[in-house]
């Protein structure tokens, strides 16, 4: 099993590459002439409830709100028939956008320690497959799967 927290500090946070796999603790792209940032989730598991976090040197917003910073939560069924599956928010072109994910244990949020990691895989021009693992000391990278597509 991969000591992501160990290998993450020996890097000072900077990509990993383990095997012929890179890892990230979050990842990092420019928006280029995007002006909608789309999320997809393919799967949760849900020990914890997961989450993507976006963090931009430029506003982002979800039609109600505008931010440099937005989390979207996937919260499991609950009092929903289904989990939520799907996030956008508008970007300002040229931006630079963070993109990490996060959980939440006892109402506290979590992120970027411990099991921490993910995959990341361009999938499309404007598309990435996001592979994550959170903060379980292990390294299925199967907590969050989603995909990020700039349009």
């Known amino acids: 099993m991969i000591n992501f927290c160990k290998k993450f500090e020996e890097s000072q946070d900077a990509p990993i590459t383990i095997d012929g796999v890179s890892y990230y ?68 072109p040229n931006s630079k956008l963070q993109v990490w994910n996060v959980w939440k244990v006892d109402n506290a949020i979590q992120s970027l320690y411990n099991g921490s990691a993910m995959i990341v895989t361009k999938i499309a021009e404007n598309k990435w497959r996001f592979q994550c693992n959170d903060g379980h000391p292990d390294d299925d990278m199967n907590d969050l799967i989603f995909t990020l597509e700039l349009k």
């Not at 409830?49 to 996937?74: E, I, M, Y």
């Open 25 to 92: 603790r979050l990842y990092e792209l420019n928006v280029g002439k995007a002006t909608q940032i789309v999320i997809d989730v393919e799967s949760v598991k849900y020990v914890w409830t997961q989450a993507v976090h976006l963090s931009s040197n430029k506003p982002l917003s979800d039609g109600k709100d505008k931010s440099t910073d937005f989390v979207f939560w996937f919260p499991k069924g609950g009092f929903f028939r289904s989990a939520v599956k799907h996030a956008e928010c508008s970007c300002e």
